[in-house]
Structure formats: structure tokens, C-alpha cells
């Protein structure tokens, strides 16, 4: 997975993110765990908004548009089918379906084979995002760790209100070497689908991704 996003040409480059971190703040890092059989990305935000604001970001086309990859098509119910088509690359649309949706703290959803979690906790006037990608192949965790992270991100500056001041596929470029060093070599042996790499180049080659 490698998120789109729009650029704000008149952001600098350091600017600051709606979770109280800069675009290379270590603690926004995914961890990688491995359960019962399964491989689990894992990523904690802290966001200076409350629930109902970072709850818009997640579930509203206009919001989603910002950060999300895909559209997200159907009814925010459970048991719901989803249809999702990508906005910026050449590829077909998946299907996949609703699993948990209570608003404003939880949305697990089916999307192709991987399964998606959000789970948004009020404090106070803050909130923490706490998001869990299970994915069905060892090997694309260090591809999907930087392209969800990019992705978080970006809905960091939706949240906000501001445009991010880099788009997500620069952004992944940025990331894939850390994820790669991090995860180790045994998660990194899938790299982008050619369809995202004719839309935006290949990452120059990090090691560990073929």
C-alpha cells in the first residue's frame, strides 16, 4: 500500500503536524508484530482535535480524498459491502466490506485482503488514532509500514486544516529506507506494483525491495 496526497507548494519543509511531531518524529514510527499467524502494522497518533473532528477525516469522502488511497464506496454499516478504486494510479477497482463501525471511536473494515482498523480516543479536547493494518504478506510490510505512515501523515494535515507540504509518494520515497531498516530484510522483499511506479518512479532502488 502507497498513500497519494496533494503538495502545499508554500509550506516549508519542516513544518509542523496536527500530532505534535514534525514529518521525521521517531515515535510516529509503525512497529511490526506478528500474531497467531497473522502480520500486524501498528501506528499511534496523537492528535490536538477532538474525536468528532478526527472521526470527519476518517469516514468523509471529502476528507478521505486528502490522505486515504482509495475511495471508499458503500454504506458506513456493518456488514456493508465496500468497493474501492484508487485516485492517482491505473489500476482496477477491489471489494471489500465493513467489520466494525461505531462512530466516533472505532472503523475496521475488509479492504481487498488486508484488514483495516481505526480506533480514535477522546481526551479531552485531544485525541489519540490508533491504527492496525493486518497484512497478508510478510514481505510488503516494509513497503506498506512507509506508505501508511505516509498516509497518517497527510490525515495529520487534514485535520488540521492545512495542506500537507509534501505529497505522500515523495513521502514514501522518504520513508522506505527507514522501514526497510527497520523491519529487516524478510519484510522487505515486495516493492511497489508497476501501476505506482509509472505514476511515480521506482525509489531509486533502496536495498531489500525488488
Not at 142 to 153: F, I, M, N, Q
Amino acid at each position: 500500500m502507497i498513500c497519494p496526497g496533494s503538495t502545499d507548494p508554500d509550506a516549508p519543509p519542516g513544518a509542523e503536524l496536527a500530532m505534535d511531531a514534525d514529518l521525521s518524529e521517531p515515535d510516529d514510527l509503525g512497529q511490526l508484530h506478528r500474531r497467531d499467524g497473522q502480520v500486524l502494522l501498528t501506528f499511534r497518533r496523537r492528535l490536538r482535535y477532538p474525536a468528532e473532528t478526527v472521526w470527519r477525516v476518517l469516514t468523509e469522502p471529502d476528507h478521505l480524498a486528502a490522505w486515504f488511497p482509495t475511495t471508499i464506496e458503500g454504506e458506513r454499516t456493518v456488514g456493508a459491502r465496500l468497493r474501492f478504486s484508487f485516485r492517482d494510479i491505473d489500476a482496477d477497482p477491489f471489494d471489500g466490506e465493513m467489520l466494525a463501525f461505531d462512530p466516533p471511536s472505532l472503523m475496521e473494515l475488509r479492504w481487498g485482503v488486508d484488514v483495516l482498523r481505526f480506533e480514535v480516543e477522546a481526551r479531552g479536547a485531544e485525541s489519540v488514532l490508533v491504527f492496525i493494518a493486518v497484512v497478508d504478506e510478510l514481505g510488503k510490510s516494509a513497503r506498506d509500514g512507509a506508505g501508511w505512515h505516509s498516509c497518517l501523515d497527510l490525515l495529520g494535515y487534514e485535520v488540521a486544516g492545512r495542506p500537507a507540504p509534501v505529497s505522500a509518494p515523495d513521502r514514501w520515497k522518504e520513508l522506505r529506507s527507514t522501514y526497510v531498516d527497520r523491519f529487516g530484510p524478510e519484510a522487505s522483499t515486495i516493492g511497489p506494483p508497476p501501476q505506482w511506479e509509472d505514476a511515480h518512479g521506482s525509489g531509486d532502488g533502496d536495498p531489500g525491495l525488488q
